[in-house]
């Protein structure tokens, strides 16, 4: 029998709950995804590509047009010009970028710190490279850094911590101090930094993403991962980024060839002229914040506790005031009896850890919101 490289690993809780949803015809705002459509100019853009023929291998780092554009997004949101030859790569989706990321750095017995809950895709890329994960749990509440707990982690043997920020699933967006924190700590350290930051476009109140390759030091050992699926309402069409360094770029690239070699054609053309106007990115934490806002108004109607999210497309809400069940219990009955599917956090710590804690994503139209929230307004009789 073939021996398992992940003996430990089923079918992700994405993938399961979106299907109990479907069976069961429930609200699906477990696995996040837009339940709405893309710009129509990006879509004629994509038409228009693949109709003239675009269509062959793309160059193994992306089209230059790409590229350049994205250094040049990057200069306006977050202060630092990467080179576009050397410094930008483009993926199929932040899921390749962290994978090759994770095993351009990491050697048998390397140790990587990573804070939980923590997104599915780490651990797997961890262990398949040799890597051993080291948890820091985050606070439970608002999901902030214990950086007392980072720096107590690190070791003569820690190879990489991986940031997400905003975080899935609690919605936390690192703060300037954070980001300082972490370059004090790992100073003078070979101690490279596998920034997930999916969700840099939609963060809420104000807050501002700070992108850890904006730092002048940590910039040196990030490499930040990104996805146009999130920024721009087309998760399906997993194309993604990695900016880093030359030197990690180079090794990078040694991973990226032989794993995908290049990324879909005729989208990088439709995104790198896309992505020439940036009202079209600028102008998404609006956008979700008119979501966000809905959907915690309506929320504060239930008997769920939280704390409104500050980033990402996901709202956490707490219900260990009302029962003892576990998360996957209450998902699972609020999918098949509310006909709302939501995802039990347990699943994003190591242990399996139950904090009473469910998350809902809220990247959906208004009127499917409203009728979840009318649903989750009852969600005592399931009890
Ligand atoms: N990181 C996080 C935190 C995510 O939520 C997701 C979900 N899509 C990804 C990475 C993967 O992004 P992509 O679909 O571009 O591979
Ligand atoms: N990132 C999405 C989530 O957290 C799911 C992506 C996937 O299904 N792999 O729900």
Redesign the pocket.
Known sequence: MLSSKLPNLGT?I??IMSKMAQDEGAINL????PGFGADPVLLELVAKYTKENYNQYAPMSGIPALQEVLASKTHLCQGYLPDMESEVTIVSGA?EAIFCAITAVVQEGDEVIVLEPA?D?YDPAITLNKGISVYVPLNVGDFSVDWQKVKDAITSNTKAIIVNTPH??SGFVWSASDVNQLAELIQDREIYVISDEVYEHITFDEKKHISIGSHPELRAKTFVCGSFGKTFHV?GWKIGYCIAPKDLSKEFRKVHQYVTFSTVTPIQFALAEYLKVPDRYLSIPDFYQKKRDFFAKGLAETKLGFIPSTGSF?QLASYGHLTDISDWELAERMTRKLKVAC?PISVFYSDKKDDKIIRF?FAKEEKELELALERLRKLESIL
């Open positions: 992700t994405f993938t477990s696995q996040g995804f899921t997104y895709s899935n699933p998760t996901f995802i994503c």
